[in-house]
């Protein structure tokens, strides 16, 4: 097996011992041990226990990020708002079919912060919100959107979705903030004004 292979294969499995356990519970023999290999051989892939849990983590996060850029590109021939609308709804209901990683957040609530200065993840947070300040600047540049600053419409929109994400599937809210989620997306693409 490929190296990258395997460290996926590590990732993939270290997420569900954390996201069974918790990181404070799991020790590199439970991780080694669920997969049956040597905790020396786990350390050819992690300096050690927090080395292994931040990777993991985020490995899980960049797969998330790769579905909402797939979605996006799929959407890509209904312009700006259908590849908006894509972002928005596919980064928001990923966590209902990732129950590991979502235990995992769960489990560890700061790994998503509502605030950079607190984020671990900072990297991959941000090219999310690069995504985005895309399709606003697209939009803008085609005059369907009308944003005076893409920057901070950027910033202050991942922020609202962070903290939907956080009520939803951390705070385990559930339906009355998916609901909600719905309503907001809806008036920020659409509006409040009739037609």
């Excluded at 790994?111 to 895309?134: A, H, T, W």
């Amino acid at each position: 097996m490929k190296k990258e292979a395997k460290q996926e294969e590590i990732f993939r499995n270290t997420l569900k011992v954390f996201a069974e356990y918790g990181y404070k519970k799991t020790t590199i023999e439970d991780i080694a041990e669920s997969m049956g290999m040597a905790v020396g051989t786990l350390y050819l892939y992690a300096k050690n226990k927090r080395d292994l849990y931040l990777n993991s983590v985020a490995w899980g996060l960049n797969l998330w990020q790769q579905s909402v850029k797939e979605a996006v590109i799929k959407a890509e021939p209904g312009g700006p708002l259908a590849r908006l609308e894509a972002l928005c709804f596919t980064a928001y209901n990923y966590l209902a079919g990732d129950a590991i990683l979502r235990k995992t957040l769960e489990r560890d609530p700061e790994l998503l912060p509502l605030f950079e200065s607190k984020d671990p993840y900072l990297d991959i947070n941000r090219q999310s919100v690069l995504m985005l300040k895309s399709i606003l600047a697209e939009g803008v540049e085609s005059g369907i959107f009308e944003i005076p600053d893409i920057d901070d419409a950027a910033k202050s929109l991942f922020f609202i979705y962070i903290m939907f994400v956080q009520k939803t599937y951390i705070a385990t809210e559930g339906d009355a903030v998916k609901g909600m989620f719905n309503i907001i997306i809806n008036l920020m693409i659409k509006g409040l004004l009739k037609k």
